[in-house]
């Protein structure tokens, strides 16, 4: 696939701790964070501090599930939730004490890894100068300039205050550039938890979507179509069966693992939704600014209508927007029609934030950040081809797909062995590595991290594998 290919990796070749000292084995390790583990606990106690369990105790008292979001509960790998005590680098530490090396990056913002200096810097000295002010500031343009600069197919921005809100407004958009009313997503794939975009497919390939859960109206449903990843007589039949606004996609897949497109596959949509008068909107909230520097788009040379943008956008602070070029933009109020709006869209905090993040991602970086997935991505695959098990990837992504099976699209993602997959992430969390506590999500590099802890993630992977095997054990 053009632009994802590189040279292989060195081979891992010893074993060592997070801070590049020798591991004797993998006993000594654990050994040592029950040691670590035991002595924070007392100190805890002796300050008087809830544990983890005790806060979990409490949060089920006032927050649905103990937590607010759902894959922070960890049901998915048969766990409690891990409370978050802080993080610097490529670290973080849990309330008991327990440090872990990260592949999580708040779900892809850390793209420079935790408590980066210059970011810090600049939210304070944007806080110091106010936190809100419900009005324009110099830092929204200077985002937007450099947006625009970054992303091929983005003249203008209109920023939000999550990926939600920016994938609602580019489905209003779209609807109203267009005056048609369905519009196209892939199955598997996440634009956020609009009604509309939470449709899941219906009885056949190109039929109208159905509620995905309950709160749902059947109508806002119905008015999404829901068609295979990767699959191109779907799409072509949705658009030749439906008067359509806009297809959504990721241009990499990433909320069902990391899925590639096949080759020639964004191609197809560009040219099929050109042709039908539909417009074509890329959902780059993981792949922007973190695959290449203008994202998936500048990746495979596709220029989509609109783009959906968040995570990296804000440097870790709440951020999103939706992006495309001038004559589909000013189509937004106050210019226009279509009518959007946000109390916080805008944050000073959060445009500090993801503008000095930006600034820092120049082409050294992406280069840096494609040779540590390169790294990441080869060892995993070594260690797939002896467990049976398959490897999803993208610069800055990675998955490790528990089927022997490659996966193309949803249902293969769906046919994934995910007691298996639970059991390993419970193995790699007593070795010390945070990974993403559900099947269907990246493994996210940052900058943060290097060579040594690569290889600290792939041997922990390798004992962790070998212990979760059935294979092995049957054998």
């Known amino acids: 696939m053009a632009g994802l290919s590189r040279g292989a990796p060195d081979k891992v070749k010893i074993k060592v701790r997070g801070d590049g000292r020798p591991l004797a084995d993998s006993q000594s390790e654990i050994d040592h964070q029950e040691e670590q583990q035991a002595k924070a606990e007392a100190a805890r106690a002796a300050a008087g501090r809830a544990t983890n369990e005790e806060l979990f105790a409490r949060a089920r008292q006032v927050l649905p599930g103990g937590v607010n979001s759902p894959v922070r509960a960890m049901r998915q790998v048969g766990l409690d939730p891990v409370f978050i005590e802080s993080a610097e680098g490529a670290e973080v530490v849990d309330r008991d004490g327990r440090r872990y090396l990260d592949w999580v990056g708040s779900w892809g913002p850390m793209i420079l890894g935790h408590t980066d200096p210059e970011v810090q810097e600049a939210i304070r000295s944007a806080a110091a100068r106010g936190t809100s002010f419900g009005a324009a500031t110099e830092a929204e343009v200077e985002l937007g300039e450099e947006v625009a600069a970054r992303m091929p197919s983005v003249e203008m921005i209109r920023m939000t205050s999550s990926g939600t809100e920016a994938a609602m407004t580019a489905a209003r958009l779209a609807r109203a550039v267009t005056a048609r009313e369905v519009l196209v997503k892939f199955a598997g794939a996440y634009h956020g938890h609009s009604d509309g975009l939470l449709a899941e497919a219906g009885s056949g390939v190109a039929t109208h979507g159905i509620p995905s859960g309950p709160g749902i109206p059947a109508a806002q449903a119905a008015g999404t179509v829901v068609v295979p990843w990767n699959d191109r007589e779907a799409v072509a039949e949705a658009l030749e069966k439906h008067e359509v606004a806009a297809v959504f996609a990721e241009p990499i897949a990433a909320n069902m693992g990391v899925v590639p497109p096949d080759a020639g596959y964004l191609e197809f949509l560009r040219e099929v939704t050109a042709k039908a008068g539909a417009l074509l909107i890329f959902d780059e909230v993981i792949t922007g600014f973190r695959v290449a520097r203008g994202g998936a788009q500048e990746l495979y040379g596709i220029d989509p209508d609109l783009t959906v943008m968040g995570k990296i956008i804000g440097g870790g602070l709440p951020a999103a927007a939706v992006g495309g070029p001038r004559d589909l933009m000013e189509r937004l109020a106050p210019e226009g029609d279509v009518y959007q709006a946000g109390t916080l869209s805008g944050n000073p905090l959060a445009v500090a934030a993801g503008l000095t993040t930006l600034r820092r991602l120049d082409e050294d970086a992406y280069s840096r950040l494609a040779a540590l997935t390169d790294r990441l991505r080869a060892g995993l695959e070594d260690l797939a081809g002896e467990h049976g098990l398959t490897v999803g990837s993208a610069p800055g992504l990675v998955t490790l797909f528990f089927s022997a099976r490659p996966v193309r699209d ?35 590099v940052s900058l943060a991290q290097d060579e040594i802890q690569v290889d600290r993630t792939l041997m922990a992977a390798a004992e962790a594998l070998a212990a979760t095997d059935p294979r092995k054990a049957i054998a």
């Open 410 to 444: 949803f249902a293969d993602a769906m046919a994934t062995d995910r007691d298996r997959h639970a059991a390993f992430y419970r193995a790699m969390l007593e070795r010390g590595i945070w990974l993403p506590p559900s099947q269907f999500e990246a493994w996210f």
